[in-house]
């Protein structure tokens, strides 16, 4: 039987009084996509963040296989430094061998400025792509997605798809959290929608539907 | 990684690393202005309601009035001004205090019948009771000048007993035969028992007033302060001012830069991304020490470099510029690290970038301050001091710069040191964790 890559069982969070997450079971398997929808507040991010590691779940626990990219649902690098540099330095933190080499070619797949200019002054779209490239570095099985789109035109939005689809056809997994009902069909193998914190649907992408999720 | 990513952020932040520079620079020099305006003459009006003359006789001996006051007021700035003007720039502040002398003043002093007064008003600053004592002080070296005036006269008297001569008292002229002319007078006359009984007492009279002068002196000024001229470094200059200048402006660069680069990690999410195993809380709060004792290292050479250079250039003697310099430097690294411990508590605990600076400057001047407060000033000052870094950096720099033999001094406020950055350090760590949620 295939293990999932990605394994939480009763996770939760709480902020102060606030339940933004209630005991959840999550599952994401190889070559699996997985779709997190909901309204604003829903308990998305919080889910994929824990996942990520990024926050400590309240309660429950998450159990990793394999190197995990994770794609905030802001874009989270240093503003002073260059895209080359933010690269560069993450990829040292995360171990890649040749780090110069991998920013590098993050630069060039992701179509970012090399120069001088800090990040912070790039365009929201190269900042997102920026992002989006982070999550890469170390070349990850498992992708985990904050609504990687939702600030990007048209283009842009096909240019992030399309380094998802290829993690995808290597046989990684995806998980993304998004508020566009397109890209769940388009994209998704598998849908979970939340709201208030708890997991009201799960199901097959193709069983899902989007009336009344997002009001 | 984290160290070389901060120095890079804040090379490229040229008005905030001016700011960060100039600030605690301006903050020492203002510390520097204040403490020397504590030192500096206080203005002090001089109502002369007697009229005196210039030049005042006193026991048969001419004063100089004004210089004499002139010459022992040296701690303040005395300016003449009529009752009304006087008691117009003492509401005003102006000056910080009056001294007048009354009518009458000058025939008391001459007659020497009752003790002339001068009469001193002050104002209700915090000046007052220094300029209180330096009027006690000037009317105590008045009356010392004025005592040898008196012992001169007294004296000339003595001398008039003991030799004979001419002589005055109170508008009556007289001569005196003097014990010189007894003694002669004794020994023309022929021998008798009545004749040796008298000459025993000229003989022992004699004797005891030749020592008049000194014992008149003695028991005028029973001790006095004998004070040699010093050679050694200004104030200014002082090794005390140095680690005083070094302690502010470390302690202000690094509380402000580590409260800002921790606070920064927050807002700009990169908090999220380290946390994923890929730098622990306890590296990241080692990371901002660092940065703090990185800059702080650097400013602080800096300074004690162009103090030094002053120190030389102005040819000063009395201290050592570039002998302890290396271990200053330690000390400065060592304080810039536990102040950035302090500063990234300060940060994580204000979770943005902006509210961290404006907490870290709500901070600082208090954690400095009460580092300036003297011991007897405030004993709950002195003791709070205590639990920060401030006073400990400066007995450490003030050891290393100007201690014969710092090593105890250094010992101790090294423990202290490394306590209070322990301390804080875990708190900064623990308010990561609370930072990242």
């Known amino acids: ?215 | 990684m984290l160290l070389r990513k901060d120095l890079r952020v804040l090379w490229r932040s040229p008005l905030l690393l001016g700011a960060l520079l100039a600030y605690p620079i301006v903050i020492a020099l203002l510390v520097g202005l204040v403490a020397g305006y504590a030192s500096a003459k206080p203005r002090v009006a001089f109502v002369d309601e007697d009229h005196l003359p210039p030049v005042v006789a006193v026991g048969g001996h001419r004063f100089h009035l004004q210089t004499v006051i002139n010459d022992v007021a040296k701690q303040v700035t005395l300016v003449r001004l009529n009752p009304k003007e006087a008691a117009r720039e003492l509401a005003d502040g102006k000056v910080v205090a009056t001294i007048t002398v009354p009518p009458g003043f000058l025939g008391d002093l001459e007659t020497t019948t009752k003790s002339p007064s001068l009469v001193l008003r002050t104002g209700t600053g915090g000046l007052t009771p220094r300029v209180t004592q330096q009027m006690q002080a000037l009317v105590y070296q008045l009356n010392q000048k004025l005592q040898a005036g008196y012992i001169s006269a007294n004296l000339v008297f003595v001398r008039l007993i003991l030799h004979g001569g001419k002589g005055s008292f109170l508008g009556q002229k007289f001569d005196l035969l003097g014990l010189d002319g007894t003694q002669k007078e004794l020994a023309a006359l022929p021998p008798s028992k009545r004749v040796a009984v008298i000459q025993h007492f000229v003989q022992v009279a004699r004797a005891g007033l030749a020592q008049t002068g000194a014992a008149l002196r003695a028991t005028a000024n029973p001790i006095t302060l004998v004070q040699p001229k010093a050679h050694g470094r200004t104030w200014v200059l002082s090794a005390q001012v140095q680690s005083y200048g070094i302690a502010l402006t470390v302690t202000f660069l690094a509380l402000m830069l580590a409260a800002g680069a921790a606070a920064a990690e927050k807002d700009e999410g990169t908090i999220g991304r380290l946390r994923r195993g890929l730098v622990s809380f306890g590296q990241l709060v080692w990371a901002k020490v660092a940065l703090a004792a990185v800059v702080g290292l650097v400013l602080g050479a800096a300074i004690a470099v162009v103090f030094g250079i002053v120190v030389e250039a102005a040819g000063v003697t009395g201290g050592e510029p570039w002998g302890r310099l290396p271990l200053l430097l330690v000390g400065v690294a060592l304080a810039g690290a536990v102040v950035g411990s302090v500063g990234t508590l300060l940060g994580a605990l204000a979770r943005e970038a902006r509210t961290a600076s404006l907490l870290a400057v709500l901070v600082v001047l208090p954690v400095i301050f009460l580092g300036l407060v003297p011991r007897g000033a405030l004993g709950l000052a002195y003791w709070l001091s205590l639990f920060l870094p401030f006073t400990h950096a400066v007995r450490w720099f003030g050891a290393a710069l100007y201690d014969t033999s710092p090593w105890r001094t250094l010992g101790v406020e090294t423990a202290w040191l490394l306590v209070l950055g322990a301390v804080y350090g875990l708190l900064a760590r623990v308010a990561m964790r609370r930072l990242a949620a």
């Open chain 1, 1 to 215: 039987m295939t293990e999932p890559l990605v394994c939480a069982l009763r996770v939760s969070r709480r902020f102060g009084e606030v339940e933004a997450l209630a005991p959840t079971d999550f599952e994401l398997m190889p070559a699996e996509t997985v779709a997190l929808v909901g309204p604003n507040g829903a308990g998305k991010s919080t889910l994929l963040s824990i996942l990520a590691g990024a926050l400590e779940p309240s309660e429950g626990s998450v159990e990793v296989r394999v190197r995990v990219g994770w794609v905030p649902q802001r874009p989270a690098h240093y503003a002073r430094l260059t895209p080359r540099e933010n690269l560069e330095l993450f990829a040292r933190l995360e171990g890649v061998p040749d780090a110069a080499q991998a920013a590098a070619a993050l630069l060039e797949r992701f179509g970012l400025p090399p120069g001088p200019r800090p990040s912070g002054e790039l365009s929201v779209g190269n900042r997102q792509r920026l992002n989006v490239a982070l999550s890469l570095l170390g070349e990850p099985r498992v992708l985990l997605l904050d609504e990687p789109t939702a600030s990007l035109d048209p283009g842009q939005r096909r240019r992030v798809w399309d380094v998802v689809n290829a993690l995808h056809g290597e046989g990684g997994a995806v998980c993304f959290a998004t508020q566009y009902v397109e890209e769940v069909t388009d994209h998704a193998d598998r849908v979970v929608v939340l709201q208030d914190g708890r997991v009201v649907f799960a199901g097959e992408a193709s069983s899902f539907e989007a009336e009344g999720v997002f009001d």
